[in-house]
T-cell receptor
Framework: EAGVTQSPTHLIKTRGQQATLRCSPI?????VYWYQQALGLGLQFLLW???????NRGNFPPRFSGRQFPNYSSELNVNALELEDSALYLC??????????????FGEGSRLTVL | QKEVEQNSGPLSVPEGAIASLNCTYS??????FFWYRQYSGKSPELIMF????GDKEDGRFTAQLNKASQYVSLLIRDSQPSDSATYLC???????????????FGQGTELSVKP
């Protein structure tokens, strides 16, 4: 069974540009989560999507946005990139019960570098 | 005070020894506690979760929870070089019913098991 897949693996952008990251959850998982892992800061919760709706959002500015498609895949958009947005962006998926159990299955991540 | 605190390490133990990883959390209402393992350059994977005070054993791993002291630990018995990784402690915020999908992670403890 395929795990959570993310693309691109690496992305280099300059300040002010926009970045789009993509995620495909494990088959059968309806919930998709986005986390940012910046150097020295640990994993920070960004967004949770379930059944196409944004269910919860972390303490990030509105220029971080995303959506979930009918096939449960998701994309994360970061507008007006800033240097501090450089980080590993991890997507995770879970079954509905995973929302309660915290059992998240993570992808390998997309590393965004902002120059 | 950080919401979830871990010693960053590195924690170095000899092969065959017991590795003890510790985590404290600030939200007394947290209900669920998790240990994720992250190998260098890889995504986090769930290895243990615990909800109730006391010990929970799974193979060589034992999770310990003390809600009164707001303390979670992970013991790894008979440590192997393959256990060398960063161990992330995560908790669910309270009240979880309206913060679904969000885990609060510590910064992780780097464990090195020497042959």
């Amino acid at each position: 069974e395929a795990g959570v897949t993310q693309s691109p693996t690496h992305l280099i952008k300059t300040r002010g540009q926009q970045a789009t990251l993509r995620c495909s959850p494990i088959s059968g998982h309806t919930s998709v989560y986005w986390y940012q892992q910046a150097l020295g800061l640990g994993l920070q919760f960004l967004l949770w999507y379930d059944e196409g709706e944004e269910r919860n959002r972390g303490n990030f500015p509105p220029r971080f946005s995303g959506r979930q498609f009918p096939n449960y895949s998701s994309e994360l958009n970061v507008n007006a990139l800033e240097l501090e947005d450089s980080a590993l962006y991890l997507c995770a998926s879970s079954l509905v019960i995973g929302v309660l159990t915290g059992e998240l299955f993570f992808g390998e991540g997309s590393r965004l570098t902002v120059l | 005070q950080k919401e979830v605190e871990q010693n960053s390490g590195p924690l170095s133990v000899p092969e065959g020894a017991i590795a003890s990883l510790n985590c404290t959390y600030s939200d007394r209402g947290s209900q669920s506690f998790f240990w994720y393992r992250q190998y260098s350059g890889k995504s986090p994977e769930l290895i243990m979760f615990i909800y109730s005070n006391g010990d929970k054993e799974d193979g060589r791993f034992t999770a310990q929870l003390n809600k009164a002291s707001q303390y979670v630990s992970l013991l790894i018995r008979d440590s192997q070089p393959s256990d060398s990784a960063t161990y992330l402690c995560a908790v669910t915020p309270a009240p979880y019913y309206n913060q679904g999908g969000k885990l609060i992670f510590g910064q992780g403890t780097e464990l090195s098991v020497k042959p």
